[in-house]
């Protein structure tokens, strides 16, 4: 199976990772000029890798993003894949689950929408948020009517395992997992809603609701930290991405995407000598039409 690229955002299996200790800022010195200009060659190499990705249909890449509110999801993805071919390429995002998702259990509605092979795609939220809103506020789980309810330890236990299966599977069976926590400290966060009231175009992004979240960040910590030490693995990796720079950070996700397509050593599919003549064949026969 795949095994996770080196990164120093990476989260080891059976780590003691900490979600309020994780930085938020760069690990090194890096100005905003440097980061557009990391992109753009990541951009330009994932521009190739894609393309023989897609011709290759062997693999899927499947990655999740996950992040309090504000922390540039939406914008990371549209920065980092803006140059790809669509036709390789999708998005989901998942919000609130309908009657029928709920009617299925928590991994049904993700389940639909994973990419096949030769495909790169997107979760904007996932099935985390099983672990993690739901674990916040645990009374959304009655609207579940779930047949078995054991004590609040082993329940959350359960759905870490079904989430660790589910992805073992996934990977057996040649979907890559990359798996980012778009880091945003509170203050960054607090400016960032600031900003959308302040600004008009942003106005839409706002919601009251985003401020009771914010209320439960400590809550929202300790559920970040313990389902990333939970759910890490060597062919689901966790990769906590410092979120306060949006330049840095999404120039840190293209090259883990990109590190990580380059080590499957993927090239267009080769066709035999037999082929070969048959081409050379039809060429004839179009050149002399």
Not at 73 to 80: E, L, Q
Not at 214 to 243: C, D
Not at 262 to 282: C, D, G, M, N, V
């Amino acid at each position: 199976m795949f095994r996770a690229v080196k990164s120093p955002y990476l989260v080891p299996t059976r780590s003691r990772f900490s979600a309020s200790k994780a930085p938020t800022k760069p690990t090194r010195k890096v100005t905003t000029k440097e980061s557009k200009e990391r992109l753009e060659e990541m951009k330009e190499e994932l521009y190739d890798l894609q393309r023989k990705f897609y011709a290759n249909d062997t693999f899927s890449l499947l990655l999740v993003f996950q992040a309090m509110d504000a922390a540039g999801k939406d914008s990371t993805i549209r920065h980092v894949f803006s140059g790809i071919n669509p036709a390789g390429f999708q998005v989901f995002s998942f919000k609130k689950p309908s009657n029928e998702e709920v009617d299925h259990d928590f991994l049904w509605r993700t389940t639909k929408a994973l990419p096949e092979r030769g495909r790169i795609g997107i979760f904007n939220r996932s099935y985390y948020e099983e672990v993690l809103v739901v674990k916040v506020h645990p009374e959304f789980l009655n609207r579940q009517r779930l047949p078995f309810r054991s004590d609040k330890g082993t329940f959350w236990k359960s759905r870490y395992e079904s989430i660790l299966n589910h992805e073992e599977h996934l990977a057996k069976n040649g979907t890559i997992i990359l798996k980012f926590w778009l880091n945003v400290s509170k203050e960054e966060q607090r400016q960032r809603f600031i900003s959308r009231i302040e600004e008009p175009h942003k106005n839409w992004k706002f919601s009251e609701g985003d401020l009771e979240e914010r209320k439960l960040w400590r809550k929202y910590m300790t559920a970040y930290g313990e389902m990333i030490r939970a759910t890490s693995t060597r062919w689901a990796p966790w990769y906590s991405i410092p979120a306060d720079n949006k330049p840095y950070m999404r120039a840190t996700v293209a090259e883990t995407v990109v590190k990580t397509l380059k080590s499957l050593k993927l090239s267009y599919p080769k066709i035999t000598k037999e082929r070969r003549q048959e081409l050379l064949a039809f060429k004839d026969q179009l050149e002399n039409e």
